[in-house]
């Protein structure tokens, strides 16, 4: 056998390696990003034989807001205080429609709003991912489809909220 002919053997198992090892890579950025998301958005989109109703804010720490709940949804009761995560999305003095977590005092947002700040960390997952195909895959096509799908969803997550 001829060295050229290993040469080409080794090298094609070469690039087959790195086109294993950075789709999974790839791949696993996009699964981590979905499962971080999928915590919060489940309550937000899939509304069906939840408690909704409003919360009016009325204190806002680092991390949370709290106020009291207001139902809409039948069967829901009144609660004095329900707890908003991330406050980054939310305001003292301002009313929000939301969605309480099973067997709690959380709550979600609802609606468009919820929904999009729910999937904020797939989009940065799309971004990551984005610069692995393009890199490590040398999909520039496929990492620029990536790339602008997880920039309009953060943006669109943004201009929502």
Do not use: N
Not at 70 to 75: A, E, I, L, V
Not at 108 to 122: K, T
């Amino acid at each position: 056998m001829s060295p050229a002919a290993r040469s080409s053997r080794g090298s094609s198992a070469l690039r087959f390696g790195r086109f294993a090892v950075m789709g999974a890579v790839a791949v696993l950025i996009l699964i981590a990003g979905v499962w971080a998301s999928w915590g919060t958005a489940q309550h937000a989109m899939l509304t069906k034989g939840r408690e909704r109703g409003t919360v009016a804010v009325t204190r806002c720490g680092m991390k949370t807001c709290t106020g009291p709940y207001t139902p809409s949804s039948p069967g829901s009761q009144p609660r004095a205080e329900v707890v908003l995560e991330d406050s980054v999305a939310v305001a003292e003095g301002r009313t929000y429609a939301v969605v309480l977590k099973p067997g709690g005092t959380h709550a979600v947002r609802s609606g468009i709003a919820g929904i999009l700040y729910a999937w904020v960390p797939l989009g940065g997952a799309l971004l990551l991912a984005s610069v692995v195909v393009a890199g490590g895959l040398l999909r520039t096509r496929v990492a620029w489809v990536l790339a602008l799908s997880g920039a309009a969803l953060l943006t669109a997550a943004f201009l929502a909220v």
